[in-house]
């Protein structure tokens, strides 16, 4: 019963611990990408593990932000943004499924 | 441009050079298989062709209201009352797609009221745009009916053979618009054992012939596509999505893209990017419009004609 308990609030605690710094780095470290004129700007960017990146759409026409496999948008329209957060480090690359000449890559470390 | 020039001695090469600048709508004459042109729709109709005239819309953004157009309802709306206006009513109309802007229910409602006022049969083959709601699932439900994969389709008419194709999907990073293996193979397939000397109409989204590949102006496997429709005596290929009339003839194939009825969009390379192209009020309906083929038996042409919605 007693062990019980405090297992209980051991992981409550880690939970909570967990919660805590997550915050702490969303709220340090955030990113953002630009949609102009068919092109992601910065193209190519380097962020620390918990990094929030932001895309936003300022083209006339709707585009996507797709890494296969790890994170996808739904379309964005003219203004609208997209957020992410980088939990793992590695080597992001991405593009917009509508156009998929435009390309971009997201280096977490 | 007329009729006239059959007998002139002007080349088809310089025929449609000559019609990339005639304007707006394409009027398309096909006649034994080889498209050439009219001239404008006036002067097409004066002609009095015998044969099978369909036309083609493209690009009609129902939903997009920007600075380039913000009344792209309004001028599909003109477009429609020009076709509408023809004295001789065609077969039927093609749309190469981007029916709408961003796939909303209501603007798939808002295209289909206005496109169904000319009173004609339409043969649909989806843009990108035509895909991006959620469940990916107001095209389908609409113009998916009978279709293959994405919506790949073949018919008969007037003793051409038309192809609808899909080059919109699974789109590759870094790539152009995809026709896939699958599509490719019931290509393939479709053609095999057709008489070489039957007429083919094939259309799609995305031109299949590689334009500006720096903006993903062409289709990945659109090679393999073509090469099917070697041997064939007269292949037209019909695109949309760059919306401006381009052309080219490449032995028995002759590529023709039909102008957008929403917004232009700049010349390859002449602006840092593709996109909606603002120009003086007074010059946009210059820039819209739609294409009219005529094909007449007999005679081994087909016409295309461009038809500004104004100039």
């Known amino acids: ?109 | 441009m007329s009729a006239h020039d059959e007998h002139t001695g002007v080349s088809r090469r310089r025929v449609l050079e000559c019609m990339t600048w005639a304007g707006t709508g394409v009027l398309w004459t096909i006649s034994g298989g080889v498209p050439r042109s009219l001239g404008l729709v006036e002067s097409a109709l004066a002609a009095e062709p015998a044969g099978l005239t369909f036309l083609q819309i493209s690009d009609s953004h129902i939903g997009f209201d920007k600075a380039a157009n913000p009344n792209a309802k309004g001028t599909l709306e003109e477009a429609i009352g020009k076709i509408k206006a023809m004295p001789r009513k065609p077969a039927f109309m093609i749309h190469t797609g981007d029916i709408t802007h961003l796939s909303k229910a209501a603007e798939f409602d808002d295209a289909e009221r206005i496109i169904s006022q000319a009173g004609l049969d339409v043969h649909y083959v989806p843009g990108e745009h035509d895909f991006i709601d959620e469940e990916v699932k107001f095209y389908r439900e609409r113009y998916g009916r009978g279709t293959k994969g994405a919506g790949w389709y073949a018919f008969d008419a007037g003793g051409v053979h038309f192809i609808g194709l899909v080059n919109v999907v699974d789109l590759k990073a870094g790539g152009l618009g995809n026709l896939g293996a699958e599509q490719l193979e019931w290509l393939e397939d479709d053609l095999k054992g057709r008489s070489k000397s039957m007429p083919i109409v094939v259309f799609a989204h995305i031109p299949l012939w590689t334009v500006y590949p720096t903006w993903g102006w062409g289709t990945e496997d659109g090679a393999r596509a073509l090469d099917y429709l070697k041997g064939f005596g007269s292949v037209t290929v019909l695109n949309g999505h760059i919306h401006q009339v381009m052309q080219k003839v490449e032995g028995n194939v002759t590529f023709h893209t039909a102008r957008s009825t929403a917004f232009p969009q700049p010349a390859p390379g002449t602006a840092p990017s593709p996109g909606p192209m603002k120009v003086a009020d007074d010059r946009l309906r210059s820039l819209l419009g739609i294409a009219s083929i005529d094909f007449k038996a007999g005679n081994e042409r087909l016409a295309i004609i461009d038809t500004p919605l104004q100039g």
Not at chain 1, 3 to 21: D, E, W
């Open chain 1, 1 to 109: 019963m007693t062990y019980a308990t405090l297992r209980s609030l051991g992981l409550r605690l880690a939970v909570a611990t967990v919660m805590t710094s997550q915050m702490a780095a969303a709220r340090c470290e955030e990113s953002s990408i630009m949609i102009d004129n068919f092109t992601f700007e910065p193209a190519q960017l380097v962020v620390k593990i918990g990094t929030t990146v932001t895309w936003k759409n300022r083209d006339d026409i709707p585009h996507t932000v797709v890494s296969a496999g790890k994170f996808r948008s739904k379309t964005l329209d003219t203004d609208d943004s997209y957020s992410f957060t980088f939990t793992a480090a590695g080597d992001y690359t991405y593009f917009c499924s509508l156009h998929p000449h435009m390309k971009g890559t997201i280096k977490v470390e």
